[in-house]
């Protein structure tokens, strides 16, 4: 997303410029994004916005390398933390897995969605869990690698989505050019509709969407001979509600998908992880300790950094029927609105800079909301091929 690039700036100055002189790829969403959703793609424009696509594997090597280079820190790789050490209030280092022991005046979780073993020994000190809500959303996704040529993509595009066209439809796609001349090319779903490995079954897949840019861009370009394709599954989003303890040790915060892990369709989870991590430095600084104060003060700040994303995603999620969890409150009638914002981007420019820039984070869910905007969904929403 692009205000996670802009915050990742803020955190390493240059970033972007780095990492685009090693092969990532600007684009304009306005433009170099082919957006079909609701039946047809959205109207094409140049937005201003810059966001930059690439793996998340040169990502994080970037960023590691960055980190690797501060002089007051060190990293230890095959790691692993079993538990933490605490005493006087507060969380004082961590056990690992070799009983070996670290002390720390702050411990930072970031051990993800797959982690919790620390988490869990929480208890063992007297301080509760956070209550944790689920929606269950049976994703999976393949993602295969190909070589990049230049139009490739219909209408040289950069990127490409296909979302899906609830509520019997449940098949995504994404096409992202990436660095090392290749794209990145990812198929699946909600609810099963998981895209074979085989590749065989990785074109069938493709060929069955609604939309046949993706069945194109799979004919034309080149698989590269040492890339198989890969699959992942993600069972449920789960949002752990730190903000509402009452209370929470001093020396100890957690980050990043610890906190809240997204739906990865959505492509959320990053930019959320970089926006808390701003959020964190901004509290210690304010603080100038890390209290028990200064945590639960982050924990309320995050809260309203993740609402936003997470309002979004499982709103979307709720469209299907098999979806499980806490249905937010009037989901049905804003999924309907919101559909006919959609509908109007397929032919207005307003309409789509709206989605656009909610959709990235660099305007509130209540901008749809506008007076303006919903005129020109009741104008537009009309006219949309997808009534063809």
Same mark, same amino acid.
């Given at each position: 997303?692009?205000?996670?690039?802009?915050?990742?700036?803020?955190?390493?100055?240059?970033?972007t410029?780095?990492?685009?002189?090693?092969? $990532?790829?600007?684009?304009d969403?306005?433009?170099?994004?082919?957006?079909?959703?609701?039946?047809?793609l959205?109207?094409?424009?140049?937005?201003?916005?810059?966001?930059?696509?690439?793996?998340?594997?040169?990502?994080?090597?970037s960023?590691?390398?960055?980190?690797?280079?501060?002089?007051?820190?060190?990293?230890?790789?095959?790691?692993?933390?079993?538990g933490?050490?605490?005493?006087?209030?507060?969380?004082?280092?961590?056990?690992?897995?070799?009983?070996e022991?670290?002390?720390?005046?702050?411990?930072?979780?970031?051990?993800?969605?797959?982690g919790?073993?620390?988490?869990?020994?929480?208890?063992?000190?007297?301080?509760?869990?956070?209550?944790t809500?689920?929606?269950?959303?049976?994703?999976?996704?393949?993602?295969?690698?190909?070589k990049?040529?230049?139009?490739?993509?219909?209408?040289?595009?950069?990127?490409?989505?296909?979302?899906?066209?609830?509520?019997h439809d449940?098949?995504?796609?994404?096409?992202?050019?990436?660095?090392?001349?290749?794209?990145?090319?990812?198929l699946?779903?909600?609810?099963?509709?998981?895209?074979?490995?085989?590749?065989?079954?990785?074109?069938?897949?493709?060929?069955?969407l609604?939309a046949?840019?993706? $069945?194109?861009?799979?004919?034309? $370009?080149?698989p590269?001979?040492?890339?198989? $394709?890969?699959k992942?599954?993600y069972?449920?989003?789960?949002?752990?509600?730190?903000?509402?303890?009452?209370?929470?040790?001093?020396g100890?915060?957690?980050l990043?998908?610890?906190?809240?892990?997204?739906?990865?369709?959505?492509?959320?989870?990053?930019?959320?992880?970089?926006?808390?991590?701003?959020?964190?430095?901004?509290?210690?600084?304010?603080?100038?300790?890390?209290?028990?104060? #200064?945590?639960?003060?982050?924990?309320?700040?995050?809260?309203?950094i993740?609402?936003?994303?997470?309002?979004?995603?499982?709103?979307?999620?709720?469209?299907?029927?098999?979806?499980?969890?806490?249905?937010?409150?009037g989901?049905?009638l804003?999924n309907?609105?919101?559909?006919?914002?959609?509908?109007?981007?397929?032919?207005?420019?307003?309409?789509?800079r709206? #989605?656009?820039?909610?959709?990235?984070?660099?305007?509130p869910?209540?901008?749809?909301?506008?007076?303006?905007?919903?005129?020109?969904?009741?104008?537009?929403?009309?006219?949309?091929?997808?009534?063809?």
């Amino acid at each position: 997303m692009i205000s996670g690039r802009v915050a990742l700036d803020e955190l390493f100055p240059g970033l972007t410029d780095e990492l685009v002189e090693g092969g $990532a790829v600007l684009f304009d969403p306005g433009h170099d994004l082919l957006f079909h959703q609701m039946g047809s793609l959205r109207t094409r424009f140049a937005s201003g916005r810059c966001g930059v696509s690439l793996t998340r594997a040169y990502l994080e090597h970037s960023v590691g390398a960055r980190v690797r280079a501060l002089r007051n820190v060190t990293v230890r790789d095959r790691t692993r933390v079993s538990g933490y050490l605490a005493g006087g209030g507060r969380i004082t280092g961590v056990e690992l897995d070799d009983g070996e022991r670290l002390w720390a005046d702050f411990v930072v979780d970031a051990t993800g969605r797959g982690g919790g073993g620390p988490t869990q020994s929480m208890e063992r000190f007297g301080y509760p869990l956070p209550e944790t809500e689920t929606v269950k959303i049976d994703v999976g996704y393949t993602t295969l690698m190909l070589k990049r040529r230049p139009g490739d993509l219909a209408g040289d595009g950069l990127l490409y989505l296909m979302s899906a066209v609830p509520p019997h439809d449940k098949r995504a796609a994404a096409a992202f050019a990436v660095e090392g001349d290749r794209w990145m090319v990812t198929l699946g779903g909600w609810h099963r509709a998981h895209a074979p490995v085989d590749r065989e079954g990785f074109k069938q897949f493709a060929a069955g969407l609604q939309a046949p840019e993706m $069945a194109e861009l799979l004919a034309r $370009a080149e698989p590269l001979d040492d890339q198989d $394709a890969r699959k992942f599954t993600y069972p449920a989003a789960k949002r752990r509600h730190y903000e509402r303890l009452r209370t929470v040790p001093a020396g100890h915060v957690a980050l990043g998908d610890a906190i809240c892990s997204f739906n990865p369709l959505y492509g959320q989870g990053m930019t959320v992880a970089v926006l808390e991590a701003l959020e964190l430095g901004r509290r210690l600084d304010r603080f100038g300790s890390t209290s028990a104060t #200064m945590a639960r003060s982050y924990y309320r700040a995050t809260s309203k950094i993740i609402d936003t994303p997470w309002r979004m995603a499982t709103g979307s999620d709720f469209v299907f029927p098999e979806t499980e969890g806490s249905r937010p409150f009037g989901n049905g009638l804003l999924n309907s609105y919101i559909r006919q914002v959609m509908l109007a981007s397929h032919v207005s420019r307003d309409a789509h800079r709206v #989605m656009l820039d909610v959709q990235h984070l660099l305007a509130p869910p209540a901008s749809v909301m506008r007076p303006a905007t919903v005129l020109c969904a009741l104008r537009h929403a009309r006219r949309s091929p997808a009534h063809a």
